[in-house]
């Protein structure tokens, strides 16, 4: 099989304007970025956002080996089998990072037969939405340190400068560094790092915006330091709006806020828009893109990001709440791959025949689907199909799910595209006729912050218990304090197992959560928990994949994947 | 008058497609960014590029105050009246930077009736090449210190990395920093720094380069550090194509190589592509629009940054001798405001009548007028007309001007758009009829570099000869041992004196010029000396422009200028 940049970049795509047209949407509608790119212009999101006529598909996953396990492939293939059936469907999916598309894991553009095209724009620069993400970041960053360089009015303290500057590249050399270095005109030494764009805040809050005066209030209340404290007094917090630059970070993103329309290969709308990190942001692509894919389309495919445990409980108790975006069904992938990984099987082993390894790895498909039927959701498992795989285990997937009663089907849909998800389509469409969603969150926002983390513990993770350092127990008692204890979670926790440490596979008992560390998000409106090491800027390995990547004088690109 | 961001905002444009039209390019030829960008396809490039038809007006200035003159609005403003008159005129411009928009100067589309638009998009993100130049940059870099951090096979002292990283924000915290802190796993220890992305050797190369095996080519060349010398030996010099992310780079600048094209007011083409600084970088607009206009119209109006002695003496001495470029006329852009500062005025009184100031000043204009006819070349000098100036001193300049054999014309393009540029116009168009350039650069390449600095020192800015620094000779011989002496120079100099102290209005005489430091910039092809402190990284005023910026539900951006 042909690598999934040629196929891409081969493939004969229709004009965005005829994608657009199929929609519902015309000429002024969009705006085109070069032949097969479009934004969808405000006018006509909020158009298409008012009314809501589709059924949302939500795809997430169960805990994935470090390959990833075809998430994004399965949302994208399915998609393209309702269209096939002749059902007006489309996909909406997060934007990719260029760091990881240079590093080890990739674009995120789907693979095989099923992808979104153009991908090497996609997984480039795309329409400059992560570059205006890290303008408004960086203009905001150096307008703080600039407002103390300049006689700090708001006495802002150096030492407790909270807003980190960002950068869409891993670069391991840039998370702990010393600024201000130099001469006195060169500003204010202090600590200080960069994060990854994708972990922004105001990558979260362009995701959760509903306009553009709503942005611009969301990024007015970020938290970008604190003054010194006075004797027996709270030191004071210092918000965004205080130094000045919101219309300006706001002028930034003025067009990233819109909704991107590109097309899956075989012809479907896939609105591609946002891409916030699944750890210490919420993991799921952007509201009005959800929204305004569900005013024109009857079915709409989304994902989010990681396992069920992380995106979709972040879709589930930070997304819904606030927006009403129940999905009438869950699309659980697993692969068999992964659940030899989750049974014990040893990595260099994950393709091989082991049906007791199988069997052994079904706890942790088990648990995520209890995860999700609590949530009050119809649920159905997509065995996603690799071509090593033996057929008896794929049928023993599908059977030990309808053990349980809950639907599935095999997705063939990297080696087939459309029509190797027409089975798993119209499993979902079984399952739209005769489930119906009764949402219930995790837990309800006004409860106090320990008991919002207590309840994910335990009912989404299998943990006993949660364990609170002292500085985690000290920030959630001050955000109670200053009247933040009503905000939602967001679990920054590893994505390699349920619980908080990578290492243990499967579904883990008898373990507690250990919360080191709580950073309040409060213009994106969540209070991040932070468990273990959470990389917010990832570094490049011995071999990056960028080393493989060139493009040819007439601009074709190799070595994407 | 409406302020020049209201004036853009409510024009109304011709479609993109339209402007592509009357040069000539098709549908195909074009990519499409938005309704009224767009980006020209490679093919059309070279089909353009093969042949020159048009004849090259090139715009410089006068010394400059530090408001800057109005030379980008005189450009624009004889295209639009070169096209007012039935002539087929493109203007040529260089790329606007986000850090000065934000900053102090504002962004850089021409003025009142005389701009290009649409003005915010191009003054913010426009097609992305700035933030493509700034992935590339960075990605270089991560992948430098990566090779360090896995065990370092080159050899590269720490202590010798010479590639920094970038970002375009004008953020004096990042001009000196401590990188690679933290644990064993977050790199290595060592000092660097940020510059502004149009101060990055990658987009001096975008501008330089004839395609993309020539820009490929170019980026290898790129010297990123030095090993450890052995005893008695030179230390070895580490080129980016050892790095091996050279396919990356050009994969990130993929789209970004091609010009831009956007569209006066009055509806001209206008390609708006590369923007290098104009000090330590050559400071003119990329050569493959220049000649992809050329090809295309009969009139190409182009211009190079600050004042003759720079940016004009750049592109005569780094980009016509390996291109052919050579101007048929050259404008030089003077003010009866900068001709008053330079005769001695005080800043406050600047618009004041003044006629003794004024011939006082006339030393700084009649020295970039000997400059450029020591080129060769034949000049205009353009009075660009500010609403504060005295009818009389206008008319001085211009008899001045005819005195000295020069001929000239008063542009009134800010308030009368192309209907005030046609006096200029016909006076160019005057000048093409009786003269003709005789093209003879201020020095040979292939004269030692000693020899090419004390040329430039003594013919074009009028010094008695040069001073070097121990470390700058060191540096110079350094690189005629190691084989680069044939390279032109870059001289990196103050834009406020035609010498290398700001303070020194007019035009200075007896005073030698100081060469502080040599930097090698390889890959763009020339030699950077350093003349005096040049800043590489801007920072903000204590009331930045971002302060005053902001944008509505609908779009609608105030406050940019």
């Not at 119209?426 to 409860?447: D, G, H, I, N, Q």
């Not at 320990?450 to 364990?467: H, I, M, N, P, S």
């Amino acid at each position: 099989m042909e690598h999934d940049a040629e196929i891409n970049q081969r493939a004969r795509l229709r004009p965005i304007t005829e994608i657009a047209d199929a929609l519902g949407l015309g000429a002024d509608d969009i705006e085109p970025y070069g032949r097969y790119m479009a934004k969808v212009s405000m006018s006509a999101v909020r158009r298409a956002a008012a009314g809501r006529r589709g059924r949302l598909l939500y795809t997430t996953a169960i805990t994935a080996t470090p390959a990833g396990e075809g998430k994004t492939t399965v949302a994208i293939g399915l998609t393209q089998a309702l269209g096939r059936m002749g059902l007006k469907a489309a996909v909406c999916l997060r934007e990719p990072s260029l760091g990881p598309t240079f590093g080890v894991k990739g674009g995120a553009t789907g693979g095989g037969l099923s992808q979104i095209a153009p991908m090497v724009d996609i997984n480039l620069h795309f329409t400059g939405d992560l570059h205006a993400v890290a303008s408004a970041h960086n203009l905001l960053a150096a307008a703080v340190d600039n407002h103390i360089h300049q006689g700090n009015e708001l006495g802002i303290d150096p030492k407790r400068v909270l807003w980190r500057r960002v950068m869409d590249i891993n670069d391991r050399q840039l998370r702990h560094i010393v600024v201000g270095l130099g001469a006195p005109g060169d500003g204010v030494v202090r600590e200080t790092g960069f994060d990854i764009t994708a972990a922004s805040e105001v990558m979260a809050i362009l995701c959760l915006s509903h306009d553009m005066d709503d942005l611009k209030a969301r990024l007015g209340r970020i938290l970008v330091g604190e003054g010194r404290p006075g004797t027996g007094r709270k030191a004071p917090w210092i918000f965004a709006h205080q130094i000045g630059v919101i219309g300006a970070m706001a002028v930034l993103l003025r067009d990233a806020i819109k909704p991107n329309l590109v097309q899956t290969l075989e012809g479907q709308p896939a609105f591609v828009h946002g891409g916030p990190f699944a750890n210490i942001a919420h993991g799921n692509n952007s509201i009005l893109a959800t929204q305004t894919a569900l005013g024109l389309a009857d079915f709409v495919v989304t994902e989010g990001g990681f396992a069920a445990d992380l995106g979709a409980e972040k879709f589930l108790d930070i997304v819904v709440p606030q927006t009403g975006l129940v999905p009438d069904v869950v699309v659980l992938v697993a692969t068999v791959r992964a659940l030899h990984y989750h049974g014990g099987a040893s990595r260099s082993t994950l393709h091989a025949y082991d049906p007791e390894a199988l069997r052994r790895g079904f706890a942790n498909l088990d648990h995520h689907i209890r995860t999700l039927q609590r949530f009050g959701l119809p649920v159905v498992v997509a065995v996603n199909r690799f071509d090593s795989d033996d057929p008896r285990e794929l049928e023993a997937v599908v059977a030990h799910c309808q053990e349980m009663g809950v639907r599935a089907a095999v997705a063939d849909v990297v080696a087939r595209g459309g029509e190797g998800g027409v089975e798993l389509a119209e499993t979902v469409l079984a399952t739209l006729e005769r489930e119906r969603p009764s949402f219930r969150p995790a837990y309800e926002w006004e409860m106090p912050l320990t008991e919002k983390l207590e309840r994910l513990a335990t009912q989404v993770y299998g943990a006993d218990g949660v364990d609170l350092s002292s500085r985690a127990r000290a920030e959630l008692e001050a955000l109670e304090e200053r009247g933040f204890g009503g905000l939602p979670l967001c679990v920054a926790k590893t994505q390699f197992s349920i619980s908080d440490d990578a290492s243990r596979r499967g579904a883990p008992t008898g373990w507690r959560l250990q919360v080191r560390e709580v950073r309040p998000s409060l213009g994106a409106g969540f209070v991040v928990a932070l468990t273990g090491d959470v990389m917010t800027m990832p570094g490049l390995p011995k071999e990056p994949a960028a080393l493989r990547i060139d493009v040819d004088q007439e601009g074709f690109v190799t070595g994407l994947s």
